[in-house]
């Protein structure tokens, strides 16, 4: 790699490290006070109890760390203060698997989303999770309320509708059991009479209920067929306050907890809070349920409501709406549609001859998808959703609080995680509720917050360990009475500092307070904290650190100890200054079991070879020892001429050594290496002379030079009978 990219990548990792110690240790930096505010700094915070735990200088806050640091500064963990979250399901009951055709059972028998209620505890930034399932119940009931627009245009529209009790109740009876029908009509706010002439109209009126929720088709279709067509002067017709009365008039609509359905029919568009100031009306609409005799009476003195306000009333009463709406004003309610959760969109025919079909159209797509969606939450609480729909689709964000394509009979399901990012003000418990729009069913979620650690139950008030009586000792450490502060309570806030109080925060006149690097209160060094929170000063003057030790392979103590008032505390099984010294001596251990060989020390956990002879990481080479040069004969004979015993063995037994060619002797290398060296002369299979040397150099690789053709060949038994010496050995 280029040196220029090493030295930036190596730079680059430090700063990153830095940085990540920096930014990781959050229990620190929060300067926590006690072990409650500690514990609501984040789930990796713990708090030790150990009175005796802080060295000199060492703050209160400092008991509040991560874990695994407290662990690494001595505090036992039985002495450690981390509560964690928990939850209990309080009511679990089974959604129901019912076929078709089976035992009719009441509404409140039949059960679509489970669990319904539980309990979390919550510890900050620790979220707790649990799953709900949804399932589409067979044969579930429906309320359906028909809400129609008798202004004048709709006088061919009327006519169909009359006849619709019975033709729907047929339809819908191929989905459910148990289907019931009501009808509303609307016009606009009282003003004036539109119906001129001889034609056929009744006063106009905001909001009528002309018939509660009935499973009798025939009575639905008697009382619309009395109902008679009126006027309004503009356009725009007044259904927003009828849509409210119908979401808030509970009692008077006949709602139960089923499947509730509103089909809104216009041709014309809507007002809209605000509008009612062409009247003269100013006051808001209070979004309350005003009938009396089946009749809003309160239209002439509440604007209409705005969107948001109907929005909120729909979705509080889990009623979802059908706009059946002309061709003409399609754009203006598909735009409405968008800001209505759980509502669709129809185009109804001009007399509105296909109503029925519009109907089941917009309840088969309403039902097909689930969304589910949560009550407001306490500052500081978050919930996330995960989806796990039909054939294997998942959603996150706010693609998980739905799925869609679901069929009677289908179940889906959900996780839902909460976390608590702080302690609500007191800490005092929220309910929450999650349930499918349009859906009566809710699951009531209890949130208790964790904010305060188990010691503090036992803190002992006006404890004399807190200097007389002036704070309350609790998990290990004195909390104050207002006006005091010390590590034990010891000082008031209104004293100064003095010159006396100082001279206790200096070792001795030539130094400075607290050594620079803490501040004297009440006549204690409190010591600074470092921008990484790793980083710690202590001491009586703060004149220790636990950063300033020697360092090897650019790691502090070496990796193997810890740093104390500037010296290593080495790990067991290391010494040095810098812990960098392995008193592990396995590694020195040679073949023989033997450290070094008996031939040497082991330091650090390498050989140091004390007979020149030997070499090696455990000293057991040893090129000049008698012997050598007969024992590599073969390898070289057969490695440098292709001849010997080890012929046809040579690529497997003699590898082991680099072997380098010369052209005659005076090329072999010499005495005077670095390394010892052995020359040798030995006779082939044909009584011939070759001469080689033999070396194991500095990087322990065993090295051949040999002269690349055989000696004078004066290969005879004269020189077999004559040349005794076979080795030379040289160093």
């Known amino acids: 790699m280029d040196l220029k990219l090493l030295l930036i990548s190596t730079l680059l990792g430090v700063i990153c490290y830095s940085s990540a110690q920096q930014e990781g240790n959050e229990c620190i930096k929060a300067n926590a006070k006690s072990c409650g505010e500690c514990i609501q700094v984040g789930a990796k915070c713990g708090w030790c109890t150990d009175p005796e735990f802080l060295k000199q200088g060492e703050a209160t806050s400092t008991r509040c760390d991560e874990l695994e640091s407290l662990r690494k500064r001595g505090c036992d963990g039985a002495k450690v203060e981390n509560p964690r979250g928990s939850q209990q399901v309080l009511k679990n009951k089974a959604v129901t698997n019912r076929n078709k055709g089976a035992k009719k059972l009441r509404p409140e028998d039949i059960t679509q989303i489970q669990p319904q209620k539980l309990t979390l505890s919550l510890r900050s930034g620790e979220p707790q999770s649990f799953n709900l399932k949804f399932k589409r119940a067979e044969d579930y009931p429906i309320d359906l309320y028909y809400l129609m627009d008798l202004s004048y245009s709709m006088k061919d529209d009327l006519e169909n509708v009359k006849n619709l009790g019975t033709q729907l109740m047929l339809e819908m009876s191929k989905i459910t059991s148990d289907f019931r029908i009501g009808f509303g009509s609307f016009v606009e706010k009282t003003l004036l009479n539109p119906c001129t002439g001889d034609q056929n109209c009744t006063s106009p009126f905001s909001y009528k209920n002309v018939l509660k929720l009935t499973s009798n088709g025939q009575e639905f279709n008697t009382l619309v067929g009395q109902q008679q067509i009126s006027g309004n002067l503009d356009s725009p017709e007044g259904g927003f306050d009828a849509i409210m009365q119908v979401a808030v008039c509970g009692e008077h609509i006949g709602w139960r907890n089923v499947t509730r359905l509103l089909v809104f029919s216009t041709d014309a568009g809507f007002h809209f809070a605000g509008d009612g100031k062409l009247g003269g009306i100013v006051l808001p609409n209070d979004g309350k349920c005003h009938l009396e005799n089946n009749m809003y009476t309160m239209s002439h003195y509440y604007d209409y409501p705005s969107i948001a306000h109907l929005v909120q009333k729909l979705s509080d009463n889990n009623i979802q709406t059908i706009f059946a709406i002309t061709e003409e004003f399609q754009p203006v309610y598909k735009e409405l549609k968008n800001l209505i959760p759980k509502s669709a969109v129809g185009t109804l025919s001009a007399n509105s001859s296909n109503v029925i079909n519009l109907i089941i159209d917009a309840y088969n797509s309403l039902s097909s998808e689930v969304i589910l969606e949560n009550s407001k939450l306490a500052e500081g609480v978050t919930i996330t959703y995960q989806s796990r729909c039909k054939n294997g689709v998942t959603g996150e964000g706010e693609m998980g609080r739905k799925c869609s394509n679901i069929s009677i009979g289908d179940e889906v399901s959900f996780t839902i995680s909460i976390t608590a990012k702080q302690c609500p003000k007191m800490g005092k418990p929220e309910t929450i509720k999650i349930k499918p729009l349009g859906f009566t069913e809710e699951v009531e979620i209890a949130l208790n917050f964790i904010c305060e650690c188990d010691c503090h139950k036992n803190g002992i008030?006006?404890?004399?360990?807190?200097?007389?009586?002036?704070?309350?000792?609790?998990?290990?450490?004195?909390?104050?009475?207002?006006?005091?502060?010390?590590?034990?309570?010891?000082?008031?806030?209104?004293?100064?500092?003095?010159?006396?109080?100082?001279?206790?925060?200096?070792?001795?006149?030539?130094?400075?307070?607290?050594?620079?690097?803490?501040?004297?209160?009440?006549?204690?060094?409190?010591?600074?904290?470092?921008?990484?929170?790793?980083?710690?000063?202590?001491?009586?003057?703060?004149?220790?650190?636990?950063?300033?030790?020697?360092?090897?392979?650019?790691?502090?103590?070496?990796?193997?100890?810890?740093?104390?008032?500037?010296?290593?505390?080495?790990d067991a099984n290391w010494t040095g200054s810098a812990c960098d010294c392995s008193l592990d001596t396995t590694t020195c251990l040679a073949s023989?079991?033997?450290?070094?060989?008996?031939?040497?020390?082991?330091?650090?956990?390498?050989?140091?070879?004390?007979?020149?002879?030997?070499?090696?990481?455990?000293?057991?080479?040893?090129?000049?020892?008698?012997?050598?040069?007969?024992?590599?004969?073969?390898?070289?004979?057969?490695?440098?001429?292709?001849?010997?015993?080890?012929?046809?063995?040579?690529?497997?037994?003699?590898?082991?050594?680099?072997?380098?060619?010369?052209?005659?002797?005076?090329?072999?290398?010499?005495?005077?290496?670095?390394?010892?060296?052995?020359?040798?002369?030995?006779?082939?299979?044909?009584?011939?002379?070759?001469?080689?040397?033999?070396?194991?150099?500095?990087?322990?690789?065993?090295?051949?030079?040999?002269?690349?053709?055989?000696?004078?060949?004066?290969?005879?038994?004269w020189h077999s009978a004559h040349d005794h010496p076979r080795q030379e050995g040289v160093r």
């Open 592 to 717: 023989n079991k033997q450290i070094c060989n008996g031939r040497g020390t082991c330091e650090c956990g390498t050989c140091k070879c004390t007979d020149p002879k030997f070499q090696g990481p455990t000293c057991e080479i040893c090129p000049t020892c008698p012997g050598v040069c007969a024992e590599h004969k073969e390898c070289v004979q057969c490695r440098a001429f292709g001849t010997g015993e080890k012929k046809e063995t040579c690529e497997r037994d003699c590898s082991y050594f680099n072997l380098i060619k010369v052209k005659d002797r005076d090329k072999l290398p010499q005495p005077g290496q670095a390394f010892p060296l052995m020359h040798c002369k030995e006779r082939d299979a044909n009584d011939c002379w070759f001469y080689y040397t033999y070396a194991v150099n500095n990087n322990t690789e065993k090295e051949v030079h040999v002269v690349e053709t055989l000696g004078e060949s004066i290969c005879s038994l």
């Open 461 to 570: 008030e006006d404890s004399e360990i807190c200097h007389n009586g002036n704070g309350t000792f609790e998990c290990g450490a004195c909390r104050c009475n207002e006006g005091r502060i010390g590590r034990h309570c010891e000082c008031s806030t209104n004293e100064v500092t003095s010159e006396d109080l100082d001279k206790n925060c200096r070792k001795d006149n030539g130094t400075d307070i607290c050594s620079n690097n803490g501040d004297c209160v009440c006549g204690t060094c409190e010591c600074k904290k470092r921008e990484n929170p790793e980083e710690r000063y202590s001491g009586k003057f703060c004149e220790c650190d636990n950063f300033n030790c020697d360092r090897s392979n650019n790691k502090l103590c070496g990796g193997h100890g810890r740093c104390e008032c500037r010296v290593c505390i080495c």
